[in-house]
């Protein structure tokens, strides 16, 4: 009788202070197919995973994403059965500096070994070289590993498709430039010149005003890593920038190639920017080390269709390192994408520095487990990190706007401040996801000390004029908690006896007052004394709208309440509604990640399908639209490499829903053009789920 996996495994002790993990897999059947399959365990639950011997196992394939992104992993001993290494498999365990191939591998799919930067010695035992995916290696410079094939292998492994790469120096390719561009998101209009081209080897010469000197900065950036360029003064064909308010509105630009130069120009400095973008898309080769020859005769003439194109990542489930929020940073703005919402506060930690409230950051952001993984989660940004994320930021005209969650979500900070609930209640972070019933207390003079300083210690790191400040899930049982605080409803009843007060039918009580007073009081606060607009969730429990606010439709099938509610209240609102934009969703049944709750699928098609009118019209669209945003809740993104997987190519589709008109938009077009940019971002080692 088959045996299951056997663990040797020294048991995870709470403090996160362990012993090196060996995994060994003895004998018998590996459970593989299910949400919780041992190739999920491996992954998500043995964090600490250094060593994995799978040589009996009877295995014949490692899953995509088997083992994504362990970094720990220092040693993997296949199974002897092995034939298929599926799809990023291995993708990152840059710890990796040996690997050997079973003589029955035959197939080694798309990125299984990407970004396995520490690969130094690969031996296959196939005599026959395995189909290999031309990406396998993506972000590896293969021609560092040492090849060790079987005696009298070698020739057919040189001659065998891919597998030739790790034989030659890698060289530069020039490449013929492709008929119609790959550009996401698709410009409004574009124009192809026939029979005219400029060759990329006269660029180089820059012409541009003072006032432009980042967007200069940003075009060496691009020409230097697309084509080589490291000399800006001697090209004859000039790159030309400059500024005309009469092209559009904000972000407008012109970009124009003909067989004397480029010339771009945008109403303002992010309308160049987004030019250099455009650009940066066009030069983008087929194959890797490519680099296109010349540039087809091309006049595009572009503008977005919303103000705002947003990603939420949150780095309190899961912490996201500091240099990682960058490269987030420099590849959204790559495909127009315009803020970075951080979500620094909730149940599971509290992640940015308040001076005069220390103990946030020294008591509340660590944690160990996040649901079973049972991994420890530490980190918080400071001050002065975030001063120079806004800076960094800017340069790719990204704003960064801050979130800080009220009157739920704030266990982390009633765990530091217990005096911010009710009843001073002693409560431990929250290291499972899920909806507290603890709240920040309305009735309690501190509360609004604390958020008051809070919020002005953060107006002077943040330098957008927006402020985000949660209020969801507070309605859905938790508001019940105020009903037992004798304080909190001391205040309802004079709140009642207000002569101003209406009621209002349907409601389940009246808790939900205390809400809109906290609100108005915090609200009324960041406008008088901050100058700061608040944004916030939309619930039906916000039965009304404060004026200057800009309010989020996320829920599921309650898109067009929200919408009514701004219209009602002559609101802005930002369209992220989970049926298309909820991103840590899986892109597809079975992908990661795999939980256990019911996760819905969020497929790219869903994605690209969302129209940012919904249906309601023009007057919609220029009075109460503000944009749109795809939110990565991180309960189950666990590695940077897993937001990027999470994130792309969904955001794409995203961006170009936010940007582009609706009469552009064809979805089987946005694939074609997505291959192309797929490739580059493989290239360049960045993760994404498969189309």
Not at 561 to 573: E, G, L, P, Q, V
């Amino acid at each position: 009788m088959k045996k299951c996996l056997t663990l040797l495994i020294a048991m995870l002790a709470l403090a996160g202070t362990l012993a090196q993990a060996q995994i060994v897999k003895k004998e018998g059947a590996f459970r593989c197919g299910g949400w919780n399959d041992d190739f999920r365990q491996l992954r998500d639950l043995h964090w600490n995973m250094e060593e994995l011997d799978m040589s009996l196992a009877d295995c014949d394939s490692i899953r995509q994403n088997a083992l994504h992104s362990r970094h720990r992993l220092k040693k993997i001993v296949f199974p002897d059965k092995l034939r298929i290494i599926g799809s990023q498999a291995l993708f990152a365990c840059d710890s990796i500096e040996s690997l050997i191939l079973p003589a029955g591998t035959e197939r080694i799919e798309s990125r299984a070994f990407g970004n396995c930067t520490g690969l130094k010695t690969l031996t296959v035992l196939a005599p026959t070289p395995p189909l290999l995916a031309e990406d396998a290696f993506s972000g590896v410079d293969v021609s560092k590993i040492r090849l060790v094939v079987p005696k009298g292998s070698k020739k057919a492994y040189k001659s065998a498709p891919n597998w030739d790469r790790f034989f030659k120096k890698p060289r530069t390719v020039a490449e013929q430039c492709p008929d119609e561009y790959a550009i996401i998101p698709v410009p409004n209009r574009i124009v192809y010149h026939s029979g005219k081209t400029l060759s990329t080897k006269s660029l180089g010469k820059i012409i541009a005003p003072a006032s432009l000197v980042n967007e200069q900065e940003r075009l060496k950036e691009v020409l230097g890593h697309r084509l080589g360029i490291k000399n800006f003064n001697k090209g004859k064909c000039p790159i030309t920038l400059g500024i005309d308010n009469k092209i559009g509105g904000k972000e407008a630009y012109r970009l124009v190639i003909d067989e004397d130069g480029i010339s771009i120009t945008g109403a303002d400095a992010t309308g160049v920017f987004y030019g250099i973008m455009t650009l940066d898309q066009m030069l983008v080769p087929e194959q890797e080390g490519g680099r296109l020859a010349y540039l087809n005769a091309v006049t595009v003439e572009d503008s977005p269709r919303t103000g705002m194109r947003e990603l939420m990542v949150d780095p309190c489930r899961i912490f996201i390192p500091f240099e990682d929020l960058k490269g987030m940073v420099v590849e959204m703005a790559r495909y127009k994408m315009n803020a970075l919402h951080l979500h620094l506060t909730d149940d599971q930690a509290w992640r940015i520095e308040i001076k005069k409230n220390p103990r946030l950051t020294e008591l509340g952001s660590f944690r160990v487990g996040m649901d079973d993984m049972q991994m420890p989660i530490g980190g918080f940004y400071t001050q002065e990190q975030m001063k120079e994320l806004v800076v960094f930021a800017s340069q790719y005209h990204v704003e960064i706007i801050p979130e800080i969650e009220m009157p739920g979500h704030q266990v982390a900070a009633i765990h530091c401040y217990p005096e911010l609930t009710c009843g001073a209640v002693q409560l431990p972070i929250r290291t499972t996801c899920g909806v507290s019933d603890n709240l920040l207390c309305p009735s309690n003079e501190f509360t609004y000390e604390f958020l008051e300083n809070v919020f002005t210690e953060l107006s002077s790191v943040f330098t957008s004029k927006y402020v985000h400040l949660g209020g969801d899930e507070a309605g859905n049982p938790p508001l019940e908690c105020w009903s037992g605080c004798e304080s909190c409803q001391a205040l309802l009843k004079d709140i009642m006896s207000s002569p101003d007060t209406k009621p209002k039918p349907g409601s389940r009580n009246d808790n939900w007052r205390l809400q809109k007073y906290m609100f108005d009081r915090v609200i009324d606060f960041l406008h008088r004394k901050l100058d700061k607009t608040p944004m916030f969730w939309y619930e039906t429990d916000f039965h009304e709208i404060q004026p200057g606010c800009i309010v989020f439709a996320w829920r599921h099938g309650l898109t067009a309440t929200a919408i009514d509610a701004a219209i009602r209240c002559n609101a802005k609102i930002m369209l992220c509604p989970g049926e298309h934009c909820y991103l840590d969703y899986p892109a597809a049944k079975g992908d990661m990640p795999e939980v256990n709750w019911g996760m819905p699928v969020t497929s790219l098609a869903q994605t690209y399908r969302l129209d940012p009118a919904w249906g309601y019209g023009k007057d919609f669209e220029a009075n109460n639209l503000f944009g749109v945003a795809g939110t990565l809740w991180s309960e189950c993104i666990n590695s940077t490499e897993r937001l990027y997987y999470m994130a792309f190519p969904r955001a794409l589709a995203l961006s170009e829903a936010g940007w582009s008109r609706q009469e552009n938009r064809d979805y089987q077009d946005f694939l074609k053009r997505l291959a192309r940019i797929s490739r580059d971002m493989h290239h360049r080692g960045i993760c994404t789920a498969n189309p």
